[in-house]
Structure formats: structure tokens, C-alpha cells
């Protein structure tokens, strides 16, 4: 059997009754949140339809029952449950009001196990905030005050994180943090000639992948030394699916 595809194929604007144009959206099951032509978020489910705050979607928690937006301009990010939208959580006083450093919140997520929990990644440090007691807990431990979290995954039940320790020396670890045992270890340290621009994981967890503005280095905390350039001049990169 041959199926043909128009070489190109017509769209349109697809257009929700209340709502308007529609210029992105995420589904889970049968509810969306939808982003209109003009910025602005909405729920809807059946006949429901509920204007959020925010202009981004973050994520849907593993139940589908909450999840995330941010407002961009204002750096604020919001989580709300689907079966209560009166009860927004403001994730941003919550952290600042629990939070031990003056820190812009850089980028949030649903803990894998736990929808009440948080993940939260500040310049400072990553952190677990229960949204329920209001407690924040740090993952990882930073020494310095010099030395910040750039970015990080999560893989299984630990989070992997890239963290700069000296700016002078350019130097850089690869950490790891166990969701369930609150276990702690520094898988890699190593040097870059100029700072990361992207963070990548493969698929196992088991190497990473760096960016910079010239050039693409592998991480692999098994092998001595564990960061080698292997590519220049790249744009993106990605690893294949059996982790090489």
C-alpha cells in the first residue's frame, strides 16, 4: 500500500469558541491548556474554560491533575490544580519567603514521585519545596557563594546537575542528587575553555553533553579524562537512543 502526502499541505488556524486563535497548546487526556494568538493562557476541559495567569506553559504534573505556567516578563511561576483553580500557588513568595539567599528562581518542575513537591532551581542551589508545609530543602551542597547551578535533568529517581565552581578558573562539576535517599555525590570535575550554552543527558543518564558557543564536549564521569571535545562549530546535538 502507497500513501501519498501532498507536497504541501494546507493549515489553518485552529479556533476554540471563547478562546480565539490558538498559537500553541498541551494536551493530557482530554484537558489543554492553550495559548491564544494575543498571549494569553486558558484551560479548557468539555465546557470548561478557565483564564490563567501567566503567558508560558511549564508542565503537567505525572496525574494530570496540575500544572505549571510562568509569566515571562515578571520572572513569576504559578503551579495550579485542576479541580481547585482558586487555590493558585504562587511559587515565587512561597520560595522567597523560604529561601535562605536573594535568588531569581531560574527554572521550576514536579518532583517525578511526589505531585505536593516542587523542584526548584535558583542560582544558588536546587531545591525541594513541599508545597503542602511550605518547606524547602536544598539538594545539593554548595560551597561557595561563587558557585552556581547552570542547569540540570532529571533521570530515574537522581537529578543530575551542571554546576560552575570557579569563574576564573573556569572550572565545572557534574552532580548528582537521589530523590529517595538524599544521597549526594560529585560524579565529574573538568574545565571548559568557555562557558556551557546547553546541558544534554542521554537517555540511560549514564553521559552527558555540553555546548559551547565553538565547540560540543562529552561527559562521561567512567572514563579519564571525563570530558572530551569531540565536534566544533554545533548547533544541536542529541543523543541516539541506545546512549551514544
Not at 494575543?38 to 505525572?62: A, H, N, P
Not at 494530570?64 to 520572572?75: L, P
Not at 552532580?175 to 573538568?190: C, K, P, Q
Request: aromatic share 10%; net charge neutral; with cysteine.
Amino acid at each position: 500500500q502507497i500513501i501519498l502526502i501532498p507536497h504541501i499541505i494546507p493549515t489553518q488556524p485552529i479556533l476554540i469558541p471563547k478562546v480565539g486563535t490558538l498559537a500553541s497548546f498541551s494536551i493530557y487526556g482530554d484537558e489543554r491548556v492553550v495559548k491564544t494568538a494575543t498571549g494569553t493562557l486558558y484551560y479548557t476541559k468539555d465546557t470548561t474554560i478557565q483564564k490563567l495567569r501567566g503567558d508560558t506553559f511549564i508542565e503537567w504534573s505525572r496525574e494530570g491533575n496540575r500544572f505549571i505556567t510562568e509569566d515571562t516578563g515578571r520572572r513569576i511561576f504559578y503551579r495550579y490544580s485542576t479541580n481547585d483553580f482558586k487555590g493558585l500557588f504562587n511559587i515565587n513568595a512561597a520560595f522567597e519567603n523560604r529561601a535562605p539567599e536573594k535568588s531569581t528562581i531560574e527554572k521550576v518542575d514536579f518532583h517525578p514521585f511526589d505531585q505536593e513537591k516542587i523542584l526548584i532551581q535558583s542560582a544558588g542551589n536546587l531545591y525541594v519545596m513541599n508545597t503542602t508545609r511550605i518547606e524547602l530543602t536544598p539538594l545539593l551542597r554548595i560551597k561557595t557563594p561563587q558557585e552556581k547551578v547552570l542547569d540540570w535533568t532529571i533521570g530515574d529517581r537522581t537529578i543530575y546537575a551542571l554546576t560552575e565552581k570557579s569563574v576564573p578558573q573556569k572550572e565545572y562539576a557534574l552532580m548528582s542528587s537521589n530523590l529517595i535517599l538524599g544521597t549526594e555525590n560529585v560524579a565529574a570535575t573538568f574545565t571548559l575553555p568557555e562557558p556551557p550554552r546547553a546541558f544534554i543527558a542521554s537517555p540511560s543518564h549514564t553521559r552527558f553533553a555540553i555546548i559551547t558557543e565553538h565547540a560540543l564536549y562529552l561527559i562521561d564521569p567512567t572514563t579519564t579524562p571525563c570530558c572530551k571535545k569531540i565536534a566544533e562549530n554545533v548547533v544541536a546535538a542529541t543523543f541516539s537512543p541506545d546512549s551514544k
